[in-house]
Structure formats: structure tokens, C-alpha cells
């Protein structure tokens, strides 16, 4: 069973066979997710005329909207936090988000389920927090406390210091270096956490954030612990209307700020002269020439498939030993009843959880057991679904291609693992109510987003795969290619690839003083 169909975006893409004369912009973006869209704005808003292709016929990259038998659903990501990096697009043309977009704080922000049966909420509200980690372990009130401490001098060197800064050079990483090592960043997620939770069923849920951006928690780099205490200073959220709503209003943004946003456009190749780029050349033949070329593709893909043999990325390390983030599948459903005492987002944890991470990561095997994210957008925003009915999506890691799995088979057969998985636990009665299902995997994330082996996050977040380690978000041996993308630093999920583009952003500004300088 495949995918229901895109909803199309309002603005219509070019026909095929339209003129293959080349159109020239300050900037060319090449791919509309929410890096591209954001380096898009940012570029406009410094005075570039800016051309945005992509080509799918909407954009939002994996932000896209299914709807299928009265139900909708957001493909792509459904959890807002810092929301102020979306704020700040809106402000670069003098107007407000609050104006277009409503983001409504969730309570809880996760719900976790645990094989024995018992439940966790994780709440926006410290000593509601606390009230539930005693239900399992009193004392490790205190270690949250401490947790959230090391979090918070995470985050100030993380995210304050680092998220938006370039690092293409490496004395970049030079500098930074000590701080980090105060920091003890060679740890893991889970060295992280376990040094400051005991109970084992805690030490889960505080450790899974990393499983949100693509990486294991058991070797991501504790870096990404800082996610503990951004929740805790902006607050996670949801957009009304859903991801599909902020992209829409985003698309109007980008037409009142004057972006050519062109869609069903395929870029089959990038166009290099020296250590040039001079723009792209669509597989229909179209062209678009460009000063600057900024990237929200996959870049490994980028490198492989649209760049000449000659000027492949020179990586740290070989592709041999590059390691990507986990597949996804993702099952998409309605319900002809309502599961009200389902949370808006729920984290559904298997018998096996370092074991299953292993088997996911290391092996690629897909086993018999998983651990879930099951996301109802119904809890809070009722138009996902008909009356009386839930919409949902699960949300299942799985291996990348790189592993030997056949989706053809393996998919149903999972789905129908998973209904009866959630129907004798949190959503009992899930078979006879279950309607117009069908899902995605790792071979849709290839086809369909260009995402090397079907990862679901690009490369993973280690350590050696953090900052100038990872793809640059300028080219090294070509100056006016630019990445704004989940594979470049700072790296995937929402803020990541927010912040991607204000790291291109302020390599232009630095080159355009640099100009100014010389001129």
C-alpha cells in the first residue's frame, strides 16, 4: 500500500516542456523545506532576488499533508519548540506570527507508556514533572534537578554559542574545543542521563531525545542533551491547523516577500565552473542561473548525484564509515471512535530498549519488537478528523536501507504488528476501528526526499559527525555553495535546520563586509 497523495500547493509549477532559457537570481534555493524556506527568507530580506525550487508540488520538504476518507495528516514534523525562530521569519518583514499562526502549548509534552503497563507525563510544569518521576523514584528529584543544571550549561555553549555560528574551518572547532570538554561531551546521551537518573524506566524517557533528531541515545554525543533544557525555556507546542497550515502560511509569506518559489521542478545537476557554482539545470532541461546556490537537499545526496565526479565533498571521513541516522516507517490512520485518554503525543516503549536500538543502528535488522511515537493531532485541534473520529500517525524506527529489508513484505506485516500492539495496550478495540490506513517507508523517504539509504535524519548526530565534522554549511573548495539542511551543521529536527539557514545567512553578511572592505 503506498502513500495517499500530496495535497498540492495553491500555487501552480510550471508546465513540463516550459522554455529551458535560463533565468538568473541573486540566489537560487534548491529545495523548500524548512531550512530552504527560512534561507530563502533570510536572503529576501537582505534585498537578493531569491528563486525557491522544488520538486515536489508543495512545499515543507517532509512537511507534507496526506489526507485520505475525511482525515488529515502532517507527514513531516508535528513538534514545535523554540518557537522564536519562526517568529523571527515573520519579523524580517515587519509582521507577526501570532497574526497568521497560533501555537498552542501541549500538556503533557509526552506521554510515556512502558511495557509493565505504568505511565510517565512529561509536563511543562517543574513540580507537576517532579509529582510523576516520584511515582517511580523519589530521589531521582533531585537527579532531574541536576540533569536540567547540565543541560542548561550544555545549551548556553549548544545552542547559544554554536547553533548558529559556522564551523568551515577548523580552528572554528579549535576554539571551541575546551568548552566543550568542560562539558564532557564525549559522553553519550545515556552516559548523560543514567549519571544523574536511577530508575531505570526514567532513565528511558530522559534519554530518548536524541530518537527525534535521527540519532542513537546509547552513541549520540550528550550535546544534544541541551534539548532538555530548550523544552524548558520555550515549551513544546503545536500549530493549529497543523504542520500543513504553518507551511501554507509560510508559502504566503514567501510570495508577499517577493521569492519566486517555482515547484515540480527536479534539479538534475548542479552547474560548476572552477571553484564556481553558476546555478542548476532541472531534469525537464529548465535552467537557473545563480550568484549563489543554497542547499536544503540531503547533501550527500547533493555531492553523489547533482556535483561533478571532480568536485565531490573531500570528507573527515570515508563514505565507508559515515554513519547515517535510522529509517522511519510511518503509519498513517483514523478511527471511527475517539481515544480520549490518548495524548497528543505519546512515546510507546517496547519490552527492549538498548537491545533494540542495537538491532536498529548497528545490525539493520528489522526485529519482531519496536518502541513507537504515536502522534494525535485530534487532542488538541479537531479538524484533523471527521466528528467523533481520531486521526493518527506512528511513527516506528526502523533500519536505514543499508540493512536487508524488504518493504514490500515487512511493511504490512508491521502495520499489522503495530494495530496489535496498540490495540491490547493504549488503544484497545484499535482493529475493529481502524479506517483508510496506509504508510511510508525508508524506500519513500529515498524516492520521494532524495535521503541517502532512506535515513530518516541524514547523517547521525555523533560526536565526530557534530560541527566541523559534519557538512560544511559552505562548501570548502567551492565559495558560493551553501547548505541549509538536517546533514549540515547544526544538524536535523526543526531548530536545526532553522538555525542552518541563519548559519548561511551570516556567511553571506560576512562576505559581503569582506566586499565592502575590498571594494
Given at each position: 500500500?503506498?502513500?495517499?497523495?500530496?495535497?498540492?500547493?495553491?500555487?501552480?509549477?510550471?508546465?513540463?516542456?516550459?522554455?529551458?532559457?535560463?533565468?538568473?537570481?541573486?540566489?537560487?534555493?534548491?529545495?523548500?523545506?524548512?531550512?530552504?524556506?527560512?534561507?530563502?527568507?533570510?536572503?529576501?530580506?537582505?534585498?537578493?532576488?531569491?528563486?525557491?525550487?522544488?520538486?515536489?508540488?508543495?512545499?515543507?520538504?517532509?512537511?507534507?499533508?496526506?489526507?485520505?476518507?475525511?482525515?488529515?495528516?502532517?507527514?513531516?514534523?508535528?513538534?514545535?519548540?523554540?518557537?522564536?525562530?519562526?517568529?523571527?521569519l515573520f519579523e524580517l518583514f515587519g509582521e507577526r506570527r501570532e497574526d497568521y499562526l497560533e501555537f498552542r502549548?501541549?500538556?503533557?509534552?509526552?506521554?510515556?507508556?512502558?511495557?509493565?503497563?505504568?505511565?510517565?507525563?512529561?509536563?511543562?510544569?517543574?513540580?507537576?514533572?517532579?509529582?510523576?518521576?516520584?511515582?517511580?523514584?523519589?530521589?531521582?528529584?533531585?537527579?532531574?534537578?541536576?540533569?536540567?543544571?547540565?543541560?542548561?550549561?550544555?545549551?548556553?555553549?549548544?545552542?547559544?554559542?554554536?547553533?548558529?555560528?559556522?564551523?568551515?574551518?577548523?580552528?572554528?572547532?579549535?576554539?571551541?574545543?575546551?568548552?566543550?570538554?568542560?562539558?564532557?561531551?564525549?559522553?553519550?546521551?545515556?552516559?548523560?542521563?543514567?549519571?544523574?537518573?536511577?530508575?531505570?524506566?526514567?532513565?528511558?524517557?530522559?534519554?530518548?531525545?536524541?530518537?527525534?533528531?535521527?540519532?542513537?541515545?546509547?552513541?549520540?554525543?550528550?550535546?544534544?542533551?541541551?534539548?532538555?533544557?530548550?523544552?524548558?525555556?520555550?515549551?513544546?507546542?503545536?500549530?493549529?491547523?497543523?504542520?500543513?497550515?504553518?507551511?501554507?502560511?509560510?508559502?504566503?509569506?514567501?510570495?508577499?516577500?517577493?521569492?519566486?518559489?517555482?515547484?515540480?521542478?527536479?534539479?538534475?545537476?548542479?552547474?560548476?565552473?572552477?571553484?564556481?557554482?553558476?546555478?542548476?539545470?532541472?531534469?525537464?532541461?529548465?535552467?537557473?542561473?545563480?550568484?549563489?546556490?543554497?542547499?536544503?537537499?540531503?547533501?550527500?545526496?547533493?555531492?553523489?548525484?547533482?556535483?561533478?565526479?571532480?568536485?565531490?565533498?573531500?570528507?573527515?571521513?570515508?563514505?565507508?564509515?559515515?554513519?547515517?541516522?535510522?529509517?522511519?516507517?510511518?503509519?498513517?490512520?483514523?478511527?471511527?471512535?475517539?481515544?480520549?485518554?490518548?495524548?497528543?503525543?505519546?512515546?510507546?516503549?517496547?519490552?527492549?530498549?538498548?537491545?533494540?536500538?542495537?538491532?536498529?543502528?548497528?545490525?539493520?535488522?528489522?526485529?519482531?519488537?519496536?518502541?513507537?511515537?504515536?502522534?494525535?493531532?485530534?487532542?488538541?485541534?479537531?479538524?484533523?478528523?471527521?466528528?467523533?473520529?481520531?486521526?493518527?500517525?506512528?511513527?516506528?524506527?526502523?533500519?536505514?536501507?543499508?540493512?536487508?529489508?524488504?518493504?514490500?513484505?515487512?511493511?504490512?506485516?508491521?502495520?499489522?504488528?503495530?494495530?496489535?500492539?496498540?490495540?491490547?495496550?493504549?488503544?484497545?478495540?484499535?482493529?475493529?476501528?481502524?479506517?483508510?490506513?496506509?504508510?511510508?517507508?525508508?524506500?519513500?523517504?529515498?524516492?520521494?526526499?532524495?535521503?541517502?539509504?532512506?535515513?530518516?535524519?541524514?547523517?547521525?548526530?555523533?560526536?565526530?559527525?557534530?560541527?566541523?565534522?559534519?557538512?560544511?554549511?559552505?562548501?570548502?573548495?567551492?565559495?558560493?555553495?551553501?547548505?541549509?539542511?538536517?546533514?549540515?551543521?547544526?544538524?536535523?529536527?526543526?531548530?536545526?535546520?532553522?538555525?542552518?539557514?541563519?548559519?548561511?545567512?551570516?556567511?553571506?553578511?560576512?562576505?559581503?563586509?569582506?566586499?565592502?572592505?575590498?571594494?
Open positions: 500500500m503506498t502513500a495517499a497523495p500530496i495535497v498540492k500547493s495553491t500555487a501552480p509549477a510550471e508546465p513540463a516542456g516550459a522554455s529551458t532559457s535560463p533565468r538568473k537570481s541573486d540566489v537560487l534555493v534548491i529545495g523548500a523545506g524548512f531550512g530552504g524556506i527560512a534561507a530563502a527568507l533570510r536572503m529576501r530580506a537582505r534585498g537578493y532576488s531569491v528563486t525557491l525550487v522544488d520538486r515536489l508540488q508543495a512545499i515543507g520538504g517532509r512537511a507534507q499533508v496526506f489526507e485520505r476518507g475525511g482525515f488529515r495528516h502532517d507527514a513531516g514534523p508535528t513538534v514545535i519548540t523554540a518557537p522564536f525562530l519562526f517568529d523571527e502549548p501541549l500538556d503533557p509534552w509526552y506521554r510515556f507508556h512502558f511495557d509493565d503497563g505504568q505511565q510517565f507525563d512529561y509536563r511543562p510544569g517543574i513540580e507537576d514533572t517532579n509529582a510523576e518521576i516520584a511515582r517511580f523514584d523519589e530521589t531521582d528529584i533531585k537527579g532531574y534537578a541536576r540533569l536540567l543544571k547540565t543541560s542548561k550549561a550544555i545549551f548556553e555553549v549548544g545552542f547559544e554559542k554554536l547553533a548558529d555560528k559556522p564551523f568551515t574551518r577548523f580552528t572554528s572547532m579549535l576554539g571551541q574545543i575546551p568548552a566543550l570538554l568542560r562539558l564532557r561531551s564525549y559522553r553519550t546521551v545515556t552516559g548523560l542521563v543514567n549519571s544523574h537518573i536511577r530508575h531505570p524506566l526514567l532513565r528511558q524517557a530522559f534519554s530518548i531525545h536524541p530518537l527525534l533528531v535521527g540519532g542513537n541515545p546509547f552513541s549520540t554525543t550528550s550535546i544534544y542533551a541541551l534539548i532538555h533544557y530548550l523544552e524548558r525555556q520555550w515549551g513544546v507546542f503545536f500549530c493549529m491547523g497543523g504542520t500543513g497550515k504553518l507551511v501554507a502560511e509560510l508559502h504566503r509569506l514567501l510570495e508577499r516577500a517577493g521569492v519566486s518559489v517555482q515547484l515540480g521542478v527536479d534539479i538534475d545537476h548542479i552547474v560548476q565552473q572552477g571553484a564556481q557554482v553558476t546555478g542548476a539545470v532541472a531534469v525537464d532541461g529548465r535552467r537557473y542561473d545563480a550568484d549563489r546556490v543554497i542547499c536544503n537537499g540531503d547533501p550527500p545526496t547533493v555531492y553523489r548525484q547533482m556535483m561533478p565526479q571532480e568536485s565531490r565533498r573531500k570528507k573527515a571521513l570515508p563514505e565507508a564509515l559515515t554513519q547515517y541516522s535510522m529509517g522511519l516507517y510511518v503509519l498513517f490512520f483514523g478511527t471511527r471512535k475517539t481515544y480520549d485518554d490518548v495524548a497528543h503525543h505519546t512515546i510507546w516503549m517496547g519490552p527492549r530498549y538498548r537491545e533494540l536500538l542495537a538491532d536498529i543502528f548497528d545490525r539493520k535488522i528489522l526485529a519482531d519488537d519496536f518502541s513507537l511515537y504515536l502522534h494525535r493531532p485530534t487532542a488538541t485541534d479537531k479538524s484533523f478528523a471527521p466528528d467523533g473520529c481520531d486521526s493518527f500517525y506512528v511513527l516506528c524506527p526502523v533500519p536505514n536501507l543499508l540493512g536487508d529489508v524488504d518493504w514490500k513484505t515487512e511493511g504490512p506485516a508491521l502495520r499489522d504488528r503495530i494495530v496489535t500492539a496498540m490495540d491490547r495496550t493504549i488503544m484497545p478495540g484499535l482493529g475493529d476501528v481502524i479506517t483508510d490506513d496506509f504508510w511510508m517507508t525508508p524506500e519513500d523517504f529515498r524516492d520521494d526526499y532524495r535521503s541517502m539509504h532512506g535515513a530518516g535524519f541524514s547523517i547521525a548526530p555523533l560526536f565526530v559527525q557534530s560541527a566541523w565534522f559534519r557538512y560544511h554549511n559552505r562548501d570548502p573548495h567551492i565559495s558560493n555553495l551553501y547548505f541549509a539542511a538536517a546533514g549540515a551543521h547544526p544538524g536535523a529536527g526543526m531548530p536545526g535546520v532553522l538555525c542552518s539557514a541563519k548559519v548561511v545567512e551570516r556567511l553571506i553578511e560576512e562576505e559581503e563586509q569582506q566586499d565592502r572592505s575590498s571594494g
